[in-house]
């Protein structure tokens, strides 16, 4: 199992590249870059790769909808060629808020856009010619469109690896589904190790039955806020604000499926009062109303002997790739001690 860590959308990217110098020496194997309507992830990405030597840098994630697949291959090929071989691209459909608030593009057709996408980009990676007509992308352009110039080209430089793995942040069935047949690796949010299979076994399955075998197994990353001792629990809390944000305010009340998880996962009249409260404004009664459960479940926060049976739980759910949050006075004391544990 691999150890890595999110470095969130809303912090300074200088200071975010001196703590990710520590952590690749305390044994950090990933690092994942988010990206909302803040700073942009390559960015980062770029400069990481420029400070670090060996940890894997990935985009968790760049959205389906602002970039072209073209400028997707781009920026794959050109953060692999900077990092020595360590990008991951992670994709994702983002939300409609986003997406149609910030980028100004229509929300349309998520799941065929990102197959698409994964089959164009890593033609583009092979230096494939491209020559694509599909639902939602012709590449080149028909004569009839535009000046009718286009013709089909290749990749213009050589990149550093043929393949670079491509990631896939997945909640509902039919893109679990999909992303199980096709995807290098998969990124959910707010797992529930114990009950990952009831919610997404089904899907997980089906799609693996169509996976082509030169993919190999598909990767999971997955995991929670970290806290080792005999009296952090109450640390716990401190999840509070990000549980309710997504679950009551990560989009419109009947659009938001980090809700319609938490629902899945048995918590649906949690869910709708923490949306209902959240969505008023009262964002702190909404805080509260998150379940302890659901904290503990999808956290890592207790006695080293607790905290270890979470790791267990979450590597017998299949998770290959534990996604650590560290939250404690000595951050890479915690990530050496949880490296440690999963190796």
Request: net charge negative; charged share 25%.
């Amino acid at each position: 199992m691999k150890l890595s860590t999110m470095l969130m959308y809303d912090g300074n990217p200088r200071d975010a590249a001196d703590q990710v110098v520590s952590w690749e020496k305390a044994g950090l194997d990933t690092v994942w870059v988010a990206e909302a309507y803040g700073f942009d992830s390559p960015t980062l990405m770029g400069y990481l790769a420029a400070r670090t030597e060996t940890i894997e840098i990935g985009a968790a994630i760049l959205n389906i909808f602002s970039r072209t697949p073209g400028t997707l291959a781009q920026t794959a090929a050109g953060l692999d060629n900077v990092s020595g071989g360590r990008a991951i691209l992670g994709l994702g459909a983002s939300g409609p808020q986003v997406i149609e608030g910030w980028h100004g593009m229509p929300y349309e057709r998520p799941l065929g856009r990102t197959r698409e996408i994964v089959e164009i980009v890593r033609a583009m990676m092979r230096r494939e010619r491209i020559d694509h007509q599909g639902k939602n992308f012709t590449i080149p352009l028909p004569a009839d469109q535009g000046l009718g110039l286009g013709k089909p080209l290749k990749m213009l430089t050589r990149p550093e690896r043929s393949v670079v793995p491509i990631y896939i942040a997945a909640l509902g069935e039919k893109n679990v589904k999909a992303t199980a047949e096709y995807g290098d690796g998969w990124l959910p949010f707010l797992y529930v190790p114990e009950k990952a299979d009831d919610v997404w076994g089904d899907s997980l399955r089906e799609g693996g039955a169509k996976r082509p075998a030169d993919l190999g197994p598909l990767e999971t990353v997955a995991g929670g806020m970290v806290a080792i001792g005999d009296d952090v629990k109450s640390l716990l809390d401190f999840a509070r604000p990000m549980f309710a944000l997504y679950i009551g305010g990560m989009g419109a009340r009947d659009k938001n499926f980090y809700n319609e998880l938490a629902c899945r996962y048995g918590y649906e009249k949690e869910a709708a009062e923490i949306q209902d409260l959240y969505l008023s404004g009262k964002k702190q009664e909404a805080e509260a109303k998150v379940p302890l459960e659901l904290l503990e479940l999808c956290n890592l926060v207790g006695p080293a002997s607790y905290v270890q049976e979470r790791i267990a739980a979450f590597r017998e759910s299949g998770v290959t790739n534990l996604q650590i949050m560290p939250v404690s006075d000595d951050p890479v004391g915690t990530i050496r001690q949880m490296k440690e544990w999963v190796s």
